[in-house]
């Protein structure tokens, strides 16, 4: 699959890399549509984050998901979803508190993780063709309009009837 890889200070390039996978039961693969491009990915193209060359940013992705492993309820494959920039398991003590950005499950070590960014775990970002998400059911926000999730989209998200 084609992705943005860091290759250095001010250097990235589009290049093939291995197409991300279904790792875990409680993962999904999703096709990227679109990605975030925000601050910090100018400090990683600025080499002020200690990243690595090879190092797949983005974050705040929107896509389609394309399959799913077998504990995933929420979605399924053809739902759009949303994703946040950050991992989070949905059941520890911290996520349990409402503080997600602190989950203990997703980076052995240390706490909190988010894609592609340097220092937070080893997931790769969202500039690429497909990336995969763990512990889906906590972290994909099915979108209006996702095949088959009508009933579990957020009231907020809900067209308002005329």
Do not use: K
């Not at 993780?113 to 995969?132: I, K, S, V």
């Amino acid at each position: 699959m084609r992705a943005v890889v860091y290759e250095g200070e001010r250097r990235v390039a589009v290049r093939e890399v291995e197409d991300a996978l279904v790792e875990e039961e409680t993962d999904a693969l999703v096709r990227i549509a679109s990605s975030a491009l925000c601050g910090t990915d100018l400090h990683l193209c600025d080499g002020r984050t200690g990243a690595e060359p090879g190092l797949v940013p983005g974050h705040g992705p929107l896509g389609v998901i394309e399959a799913t492993g077998s504990a995933v309820t929420s979605v399924r494959p053809g739902d759009r979803v949303a994703l946040p920039t950050h991992l989070y398991c949905g059941t520890c003590p911290h996520c349990a508190q409402g503080l997600t950005a602190a989950c203990s499950r997703v980076r052995p070590g240390g706490f909190g993780a988010a894609y592609g960014y340097a220092g937070m775990g080893p997931y790769r970002g969202a500039q690429a063709e497909l990336l995969r998400v763990p512990f889906a059911d906590a972290t994909c926000v099915p979108l209006p309009g996702s095949r088959g999730t009508a009933s579990r989209t957020p009231s907020c998200c809900s067209p308002t009837p005329p």
